[in-house]
């Protein structure tokens, strides 16, 4: 796909890298925090990879997200972008998240297992931990 099916206004702000193939954003930042790239087209604020994949593939439906799949926040390539459910694409981030979902045991080395783990405010914890502790601060 070419960027070239861009309107001059955004095309300018946009190089493709290419070894990657990513298509760089050099552009503004939208939100200079998060680091994605950001325009105003049409009277609206945009987020650059959301605008560019909206003009060259389509809308996104506003249940969905765009994954950056090649992990480059100010890529704007379509090819590099999919549209997923918002759980989706924090599980395949490198996150906080993701990373303690894929962890098996917690520090002590206990087993997540169903019977030793409970959630709690979206968190998750090891009863034989919690059970240590509890019996410790009863005796105090």
Same mark, same amino acid.
């Not at 493709?16 to 994605?36: A, I, M, Q, T």
């Not at 049409?42 to 560019?52: E, V």
């Not at 994949?53 to 890529?75: E, F, K, M, Q, S």
């Not at 459910?85 to 917690?106: E, F, M, Q, S």
């Given at each position: 796909?070419?960027?070239?099916?861009? %309107?001059?206004?955004?095309?300018?702000?946009?190089? %493709?890298?290419?070894? @990657?193939? *990513?298509?760089?954003? /050099?552009?503004?930042?939208?939100?200079? +925090?998060?680091?994605?790239?950001? *325009?105003?087209?049409?009277?609206?604020?945009?987020?650059?990879?959301?605008?560019?994949? !909206?003009?060259?593939?389509? %809308? /996104?439906?506003?249940?969905? $997200?765009?994954? #950056?799949?090649?992990?480059?926040?100010?890529?704007?390539? %379509?090819? #590099?972008?999919?549209?997923?459910?918002?759980?989706?694409?924090?599980?395949?981030?490198?996150?906080?998240?993701?990373?303690?979902?894929? +962890? !098996?045991? *917690?520090? =002590?080395?206990?087993?997540?297992?169903?019977?030793? !783990?409970?959630?709690?405010? @979206? =968190?998750?914890? *090891?009863? !034989?931990? #919690?059970?240590?502790? $509890?019996?410790?601060?009863? +005796?105090?």
């Amino acid at each position: 796909m070419s960027w070239s099916g861009l %309107p001059f206004q955004i095309e300018k702000y946009v190089v %493709p890298e290419p070894n @990657s193939g *990513c298509w760089l954003w /050099v552009g503004g930042l939208r939100d200079k +925090k998060e680091g994605y790239g950001g *325009c105003g087209w049409q009277g609206k604020i945009w987020r650059s990879h959301r605008l560019a994949y !909206t003009l060259l593939r389509g %809308p /996104v439906a506003p249940d969905l $997200t765009l994954d #950056h799949l090649c992990r480059n926040r100010i890529c704007c390539n %379509p090819d #590099h972008l999919e549209p997923v459910a918002r759980g989706i694409n924090i599980a395949r981030g490198i996150g906080v998240a993701p990373k303690n979902a894929l +962890k !098996t045991h *917690c520090p =002590q080395g206990h087993e997540y297992t169903e019977t030793n !783990t409970y959630v709690w405010k @979206s =968190q998750r914890f *090891c009863r !034989t931990c #919690h059970n240590v502790y $509890t019996r410790k601060n009863r +005796k105090k």
